[in-house]
């Protein structure tokens, strides 16, 4: 999908939530110069970049850094296979 398909969506939030992609932020704030973002997923090694974000664009409110070492949300985080026939992210149970 073209990062320009959430647009819609973005025109229903208060807040415009971020996942991994920072580097977004100005692009997005040329376009959209009324949007408030934040980081809403980001990876611990770019936490420094994230904030550096924060702090240089009052339109960027915050970051949520990635830390869960033992997350059961998401179905395909931190499973092993026996199986190798049908490998996958997305398991068939959480």
């Known amino acids: 999908m073209e990062w320009s398909a959430s ?3 973005f025109a229903s939030l208060d807040v415009g ?6 580097r977004e932020y100005e692009n997005d704030h040329k376009k959209y110069p009324d ?3 934040a980081g809403t997923e980001s990876f611990p090694i770019e936490a420094f970049e994230n904030w550096q974000q924060v702090e240089k664009y ?5 970051d949520f850094v990635w830390t869960g070492m033992d997350y059961l ?3 395909g ?3 092993a296979y026996y199986d190798k026939k049908n490998p996958g992210f997305i398991m068939p149970w959480p």
């Open 7 to 9: 647009e819609a969506a």
């Open 17 to 22: 939530g971020y996942n991994y992609v920072w």
């Open 35 to 37: 949007r408030i973002m």
């Open 58 to 62: 009052p339109w960027v409110i915050g």
């Open 73 to 75: 949300g998401e179905s």
């Open 77 to 79: 985080i931190g499973h």
